[in-house]
């Protein structure tokens, strides 16, 4: 008799195939759906190879592939895409499967989806994964929320392939009902918007106003990432600052000064305003991502608004050119 699989994961993407390759590496058995077949034929030809996966090749097969109660992970682009699936595997499973949403969702979409699976006798989890790539390969930070009665089925799955603090601690444990999950991750992806800005300001002020070069910004980042702003963004900052191309140019200095956005970091800001929550930093860091965009008029504009000298007042800033010991 075939072995059943675990978990199920749908949308072998960057992040849907390194937590794929996690679980599995965690000792789990993992069967593994892409829209694109090609997707899939590809990722068992290569980094799946030999491992304990299922490819599946349609939802009737993936549904069957698993041990009950049947788990099922979606990794797929957040909003219409996520109803889509569903629809399509909901009727295929029974009273307490799980689906569980590992995207960008929106909370109140979470909390429509939990209240329409669970009255089909279904539970539902959105889980938000921090991390990037190589997190969900390593160990990212999961924020799992939605149908309490699916955390002891989805725990040990969840808590093996967190990343885990100093003492073992895994960075996952149950957030609460509804989209609460989802609703943390978008208040995450807020701040970060936040500490991306204010990076994004330091950078400014140390080349435009001080004049310093790549090479200074670099060990001054380098230094700060010694003591308490020690993080992941000061800590590839630094990287990106010293990062040359093969004809010796520095990286940085050719990436096109756009930003863009999926929408949690203005999504936390009208969460906000409709809570009467204070969020200005996370406010302003939302709108200079938008002005970024807005490449082609600002080339307009430039040099019809003249502005002041960036670097008149930079004597009086030098002693930021150097990281100083606190007092």
Known sequence: MKELSDIALIGLGVMGESLALNMESKGFRVSVYNYIPEVTDRFMAGRGKDKHFHAAYSYPDLVASLKAPRKVFLMVTAGKAVDEVIAQVAPLLSKGDILIDGGNSHFPDTQRRTAQLEAQGLL????????GEEGALKGPSMMPGGSAAAWPAVQPIFQAIAAKVG????????VGPDGAGHFVKMVHNGIEYGDIQLICECYQVMRDALGMSNEEMQKTFAEWNKGELSSYLIEITRDILGKKDEQGQYVLDTILDTAGQKGTGKWTVLNALDEGVSLTLIAEAVFARNLSACKEERVKASPLLAGPNPRENATAMDWCRTPKASP
């Open 167 to 174: 003492d073992g601690v895994p960075c996952c444990d149950w």
């Open 124 to 131: 539902y989890v959105g889980c938000g994964v921090s991390g």
